[in-house]
């Protein structure tokens, strides 16, 4: 049954629509911009208000119970992959990975999936080149297409609307798995999350819990801000202030403690568990330098966070092929760098953020792909490369085990 709520009903719900914000899609001057608005102001909510404070129950409990979260999935989410099929194949490759997770490590995991609405992606430029032509940038289904013409890298905003039904299409098979009944008491999940990145489409998914009245995003369960627009007085830091999901933010290898910790006052103001995550993405050498002062500042303010690592985004290069990869072997270091930095602070590393696809990928160098050459065997990604499910395994093994190398 799809979930109900009061919709905000207007298409400018909020004032961060007033808001500078960066990685924006430019199409507010298109035919069909209002129509498209209007239409999903009106569209039921993809998640409940029920199932956001669930969630949040959930995440409130770990500091007490040191339960552990694996968030995981597409980089970017192919409108095409939204099926049932791939769908269940994916969580599929979830509940593989959160199980092996639970069982090496002896604790209940929260299973997040980067689905159900990873549709926009923010991008280093806002152009690229194919051939003699300059093209705008691939920013995600929801915004523009990834075949590489000038007329389909246009933004549209009807696309915000094919981004609902295919997020209604997967929200609807991942609450078929969570009511299922089948699953043990030590998980649970599989819950949705993406970055809630183009403000045109998160305002208009905003909706009030018929129980308390308080503003919720209704496009996912856990919303995340990226290191690249998480500036405070900016729109995407006051949108996920004022609905009341946990809220992820990205940190990366620039950030200073203080504006950490204001990012953190602004999001979570009455500093309660489970209201919080951060997600810490610096690179295997940068973190040793830069996360253990932002974990103490945190600390000291007393915001009771949820500290996840994402060891991927940090460490992108590009191989001799021209293909974005990722090295296992960095990966790992900077998830147990990250692990270390946290009981080193008295702080529960609370597990992992990363991108996984559901088939056999070649797109990262480590386990079967020995080496860069192997990477055009299977490379599928629409966007940054993802581990495939036995590279991910690797290190769901390591940090169960292993100790960082200094």
Not at 160 to 168: D, G, I, K, R, V
Not at 173 to 179: E, G, L, S, V
Not at 392 to 406: D, H, M, N, P, V
């Amino acid at each position: 049954m799809q979930p109900s709520s009061s919709t905000m009903g207007p298409t400018r719900p909020g004032p961060w629509e007033d808001m500078p914000a960066v990685q924006q899609p430019d199409w507010r001057n298109h035919t069909d911009y209002r129509e498209a608005c209007e239409g999903l102001a009106a569209a039921p909510p993809l998640v409940s208000a029920t199932e956001v404070r669930r969630l949040r129950r959930s995440l409130s409990r770990l500091l007490t119970t040191e339960a552990l979260v694996l968030q995981l999935g597409d980089c970017a989410e192919s409108f095409y992959e939204c099926e049932p099929r791939h769908t269940a194949q994916k969580l599929r490759v979830i509940d593989r990975l959160g199980d092996r997770f639970s069982e090496l490590t002896g604790r209940s995991v929260i299973r997040v999936g980067r689905m159900g609405g990873q549709f926009a992606k923010p991008r280093s430029q806002p152009t690229e080149r194919h051939g003699a032509l300059t093209i705008p940038s691939f920013q995600g289904h929801l915004i523009n297409s990834e075949i590489a013409s000038p007329l389909t890298r246009q933004a549209d905003p009807r696309r915000m609307l094919w981004a609902h039904e295919a997020s209604e299409k997967v929200q609807r098979a991942m609450r078929t798995r969570r009511q299922g009944g089948y699953r043990l008491p030590a998980t649970e999940g599989p819950w949705s999350s993406h970055e809630a990145l183009v403000i045109d489409y998160e305002s208009r998914l905003v909706r009030r819990d018929p129980e308390t009245d308080d503003l919720y995003l209704a496009s996912t369960h856990l919303p995340w801000v990226g290191e690249r627009t998480r500036q405070l007085a900016y729109a995407h830091v006051a949108l996920l202030s004022a609905v009341d999901n946990p809220v992820g933010c990205k940190i990366g290898p620039t950030a200073d403690p203080d504006d950490v910790v204001r990012v953190c006052e602004a999001l979570d103001p009455r500093r309660e568990p489970g209201r919080l995550v951060l997600i810490p993405r610096m690179g295997r050498d940068r973190i040793q330098e830069v996360l253990p002062p932002i974990v103490r500042r945190v600390a000291e303010a007393g915001h009771p966070v949820v500290w996840l690592s994402d060891p991927m985004h940090g460490n992108t290069v590009t191989s001799r092929l021209g293909l974005k990869t990722r090295h296992l072997g960095d990966v790992i270091t900077e998830a147990l760098r990250f692990r270390d930095i946290l009981a080193a602070n008295r702080q529960h590393a609370a597990g992992l953020h990363i991108e996984v696809a559901a088939d056999d990928v070649t797109e990262c160098v480590g386990g079967a792909v020995e080496s860069e050459d192997d990477l055009r065997r299977h490379y599928t990604s629409l966007c940054d490369p993802r581990l495939n499910a036995d590279q991910a395994t690797e290190l769901i093994e390591a940090w169960a085990k292993g100790t960082a190398e200094s």
